[in-house]
């Protein structure tokens, strides 16, 4: 499915570079959001496993840049980026075990987690709802995870991610304000180092209200 994506997202890059009869822009937006995302943390071995879940629901402000293709028909075609992380969610839990037979072995201490949503770019296209200046939006989206964690002997990389969008729009001008829904495929992340086989399962989508202007 990644692949197919990919493949729809460099053809649609590729008529958007050599399409004839229309206007280039580009300009800058501002957004406010919720992200809300849920987790499970699965922790041990096939023999001993403890499961944990969470939900978090983030409210984020941030930007982007675009650059966009307005055709003669009033469709556009653009491409978006996010410079700024948005945080996804953290959190912490203390463990404490007096089971082992060797203190230094305790299941013991403090762990600390975090993800953030990084380098998100969005290909997008704008469809003209008569002549009013509303559009519908479509859109899809790529980005990469990052987690950062504190744990005693493991560590959880970071994974590419890709998602959709959909919502509407008015356009006056060189202004633009959506109400967009996102979401995205789910996040399966395994621990390396560690005598533990932990995994990570969580899925987000988010609902973003945003202003661009273009030059």
């Known amino acids: 499915m990644k692949n197919i994506i990919r493949i729809l ?64 028909n009033g469709y556009t075609v653009g491409i978006s980026y996010v410079p ?30 975090s993800a953030d949503v ?20 479509l859109g899809v989206h790529h980005a990469t995870v990052t987690t950062a964690e504190t744990l005693p002997n493991s560590s959880y990389g970071n994974e590419d991610i890709l998602g959709y969008q959909a919502g509407i729009g008015f356009k006056e001008g060189n202004y633009k304000i959506e109400l967009a829904y996102s979401d995205f495929e789910d996040i ?5 180092g560690g005598d533990n086989n932990n995994s990570v399962s969580a899925d987000a989508d988010a609902v973003q209200l945003r202003l661009s202007f273009a030059f």
Not at 25 to 48: K, R
Not at 84 to 102: H, M, N, W
């Open 188 to 192: 399966d992340i395994s621990s390396t």
């Open 84 to 113: 700024l992380d948005l945080e996804i969610g953290d959190g912490s839990r203390t463990d404490s075990s007096t089971g082992a037979d060797v203190a230094s072995e305790a299941d013991t201490g403090t762990r600390t987690a």
């Open 9 to 72: 997202l460099s053809s649609a890059i590729l008529i958007w570079m050599t399409s004839a009869k229309a206007e280039i822009q580009y300009g800058f937006a501002l957004s406010v959001g919720q992200v809300d995302a849920s987790g499970t943390e699965t922790e041990g071995t096939a023999a001993d496993t403890s499961t944990r879940t969470k939900s978090f629901e983030e409210v984020f402000v941030g930007g982007d840049v675009f650059i966009e293709n307005i055709f003669d």
């Open 118 to 137: 990084s380098d998100l770019i969005t290909l997008y296209t704008n469809i003209p709802v008569g002549s009013g200046g509303y559009y519908g939006l």
